[in-house]
């Protein structure tokens, strides 16, 4: 590791990631600008899902 360089942590490691194999997957063209949007508004609607699901006072945490 190189010294001085900030540590990252797993989530910011999985973001670089998917960076770079959407990145990728573009510029080979595999996925179109349109496939990536649409790929991140069905991630977000996914979130949306699941964060009313636990927000929910019917859901059993107990």
Same mark, same amino acid.
């Given at each position: 590791m190189? #010294? /001085? =360089?900030? @540590? &990252? =942590?797993? /989530?910011?490691?999985?973001? !670089?990631?998917? +960076?770079?194999? $959407? +990145? @990728?997957?573009? $510029?080979? /063209? $595999? &996925?179109?600008?349109?496939? $990536? %949007? #649409? &790929?991140?508004?069905? #991630?977000?609607?996914? &979130?949306?899902? !699941? #964060? +009313?699901?636990?927000?929910s006072? =019917? =859901?059993? %945490? /107990?």
């Amino acid at each position: 590791m190189i #010294a /001085g =360089s900030p @540590k &990252l =942590s797993q /989530g910011e490691i999985d973001t !670089q990631i998917l +960076r770079a194999l $959407v +990145r @990728k997957l573009m $510029v080979n /063209g $595999v &996925l179109s600008q349109d496939d $990536v %949007r #649409a &790929l991140l508004t069905e #991630a977000i609607a996914h &979130l949306d899902e !699941q #964060a +009313r699901s636990d927000a929910s006072p =019917s =859901s059993d %945490r /107990g």
